[in-house]
């Protein structure tokens, strides 16, 4: 049972589940998937370079490695993804109030972490308005703390707004 306690709007069950998927993504910080990516690729293009001629032309051969190559350049992609929101964040220098919009613990992963999410309204530079929610895991116990707060405090990059974070004392 999902314990919910929304402040603005109430939002549905698949969006809550999305935003905790997206924050629990935002937890790693990338380091471990250009390992992986890296040494997939390392392995894959020395298996072309020294197994090959043991071979002969076996196309299987060639096929698991080519695919292999492939899968590393995915995890590099998706590392270098991570590795640089958590630098943009770092970096962050703007903190703003953002209105909560809900409040949850989250039984559909391990260990059922809080969940808090919030909606950051920032102006682009040409004035266009944008309005992006965001979310972010927090302890079981903060739950009851951020239930009665209306607003809470969001660091965040201007220029990419997508990168903010909750700033949590």
């Given at each position: 049972?999902?314990?919910?306690?929304?402040?603005r709007?109430?939002?549905?069950?698949?969006?809550?589940?999305?935003?905790?998927?997206?924050?629990?993504?935002?937890?790693?910080?990338?380091?471990?998937?250009?390992?992986?990516?890296?040494?997939?690729?390392?392995?894959?293009?020395?298996?072309?370079?020294?197994?090959?001629?043991?071979?002969?032309?076996?196309p299987?051969?060639?096929?698991?490695?080519?695919?292999?190559?492939?899968?590393?350049?995915?995890?590099?992609?998706?590392?270098?993804?991570?590795?640089?929101?958590?630098?943009?964040?770092?970096?962050?220098?703007?903190?703003?109030?953002?209105?909560?919009?809900?409040?949850?613990?989250?039984?559909?992963?391990?260990?059922?972490?809080?969940?808090?999410?919030?909606?950051?309204?920032?102006?682009?530079?040409d004035?266009?308005?944008?309005?992006?929610?965001?979310?972010?895991?927090?302890?079981?116990?903060?739950?009851?703390?951020?239930?009665?707060?209306?607003?809470?405090?969001?660091?965040?990059?201007?220029?990419?707004?997508?990168?903010?974070?909750?700033?949590?004392?």
């Amino acid at each position: 049972m999902i314990v919910s306690h929304p402040r603005r709007t109430i939002i549905s069950r698949h969006e809550q589940f999305h935003l905790a998927q997206q924050a629990l993504r935002r937890l790693d910080r990338g380091t471990g998937l250009i390992a992986l990516g890296a040494s997939l690729i390392v392995g894959a293009i020395a298996a072309l370079i020294w197994l090959q001629p043991h071979l002969a032309p076996v196309p299987a051969s060639i096929a698991i490695n080519l695919m292999t190559i492939g899968i590393g350049a995915a995890c590099l992609i998706a590392g270098w993804r991570r590795y640089s929101f958590h630098r943009q964040l770092r970096a962050a220098t703007a903190i703003t109030d953002a209105p909560m919009i809900d409040c949850w613990i989250e039984n559909a992963f391990e260990g059922e972490p809080g969940v808090i999410a919030w909606e950051l309204v920032t102006s682009q530079p040409d004035g266009t308005e944008v309005r992006l929610r965001q979310a972010q895991l927090i302890d079981p116990s903060l739950v009851t703390v951020f239930q009665r707060a209306a607003t809470v405090p969001v660091r965040y990059v201007p220029a990419n707004p997508t990168v903010s974070a909750l700033i949590i004392e």
